[in-house]
């Protein structure tokens, strides 16, 4: 099992395009989670998918949307990247029951 | 005030030393706490949830002070392999919700041969 895994690991965008990071799970988990780590701040969410189909706002929602197609798979789009957006996302999951995450490797994205 | 705090560090401990850390947490509603560890540009990953009465996990033990609102992790016996950043995690559970977690920014920890 691959556990949760996200793609791109590395992109460098200019300002003002778009990209959308990938994010993927085979452990069956309902909660999806999408953070964004910077430095000297602990993760801070972005995005969050209780279920297949739904999908709330966490703490720093503005200048991403995110899709959640099925239960595998939770999306994050950046529609017009600015410098503010340069960070390490994750993705994580949590299963119904469990209390703790597990997270994807993480994506490094630049916006210059 | 962030809601989740910890001393950045870095913690330089001798291999086999002791070392000991804390995490304060504001919101008196948090219901579930944890430790996570993360390695230089790396994924966090769990090392241990903490439990009321407090719990030991090989040379890792964990507590919880919930009247002074902070968990602590101990490490024993420090290896070289403990190099990493700890992330203190607090779950807050408000009514009708998923609940929500907070992280800290973490404590680097540096074990030296």
């Known amino acids: 099992n691959a556990g949760v895994t996200q793609t791109p690991k590395f992109q460098v965008l200019k300002t003002g395009q778009s990209m959308t990071l990938q994010c993927a799970q085979d452990?069956?988990?309902?909660?999806m989670y999408w953070y964004r780590q910077d430095p000297g701040m602990g993760l801070r969410l972005i995005y969050y998918?209780?279920?297949?189909?739904?999908?709330d706002k966490g703490e720093v929602p503005n200048g991403y949307n995110v899709s959640r197609l099925n239960k595998r798979e939770f999306s994050l789009r950046l529609e017009s990247a600015a410098p503010s957006q340069t960070s390490v996302y994750f993705c994580?999951?949590?299963?119904?029951?469990?209390?703790?995450?597990?997270f994807g490797p993480g994506t490094r994205l630049t916006v210059t | 005030r962030k809601e989740v705090e910890q001393d950045p560090g870095p913690f330089n401990v001798p291999e086999g030393a002791t070392v000991a850390f804390n995490c304060t947490y504001s919101?008196?509603?948090?219901?579930?706490f944890f430790w996570y560890r993360q390695d230089c540009r790396k994924e966090p990953k769990l090392l241990m949830s903490?439990?009321?009465s407090g719990n030991e996990d090989g040379r890792f033990t964990a507590q919880l002070n919930r009247a002074s609102q902070y968990i602590s992790l101990l490490i024993r016996d420090s290896k070289l392999s403990d190099s990493a950043t700890y992330l203190c995690?607090?779950?807050?559970?408000?009514?009708?919700?998923?609940?929500?977690?907070?992280f800290g920014a973490g404590t680097q920890v540096v074990v030296t041969p």
């Open positions: 452990m069956n988990h309902n909660s």
């Open positions: 995690v607090v779950n807050i559970r408000a009514t009708g919700s998923w609940g929500k977690f907070q």
């Open positions: 903490v439990y009321s």
């Open positions: 994580a999951t949590r299963g119904s029951g469990q209390t703790e995450q597990y």
């Open positions: 998918s209780a279920s297949e189909g739904t999908t």
């Open positions: 919101n008196s509603a948090s219901q579930s």
